[in-house]
């Protein structure tokens, strides 16, 4: 089993930052990807930017391209998703989630755990 534990959200104004972190405990060693998905009220979850656990290769949603990026700490199990030039759609529940297969990164269901997701609001 992988528990994951998000960190980091809150309150920011538009055009601000914030950065999440998804701490990692248990069987990390099986751990293929660490992904980032949002929720935002009314809409479906979508998702936002994935890393692999070693090697880095790393995705993004086109909606936050060039505005957020993804980056981890093996030693402290943990991976970061620092968000820049927030804006009212960036506001969500933000999850992350571990996969420990090589399936296709951006599709929540091929994710094995998932964490309890932290609040991202930017005011405008």
């Known amino acids: 089993q992988v528990q994951l534990v998000e960190s980091g959200g809150g309150k920011v104004q538009a055009g601000g930052s914030l950065r999440l972190s998804c701490a990692a405990s248990?069987?990390?060693?099986?751990?293929?990807?660490l992904g980032w998905f949002r929720q935002a009220p009314g809409k479906e979850r979508e998702f936002v930017a994935a890393?692999?656990?070693?090697?880095?290769?790393?995705w993004f949603a086109d909606s936050v391209k060039g505005r957020f990026t993804v980056s981890r700490d093996n030693a402290k199990n943990t991976v970061y998703l620092q968000m820049n030039s927030l804006n009212a759609e960036d506001t969500a529940v933000y999850f992350c989630?571990?996969?420990?297969?090589?399936?296709?990164?951006?599709?929540?269901?091929?994710?094995?755990?998932r964490g309890q997701g932290t609040q991202v609001t930017v005011s405008s």
């Open positions: 890393i692999n656990w070693s090697g880095g290769s790393t």
């Open positions: 989630a571990a996969q420990v297969s090589g399936y296709n990164p951006t599709t929540y269901s091929t994710y094995d755990y």
């Open positions: 248990g069987r990390t060693f099986n751990i293929y990807r």
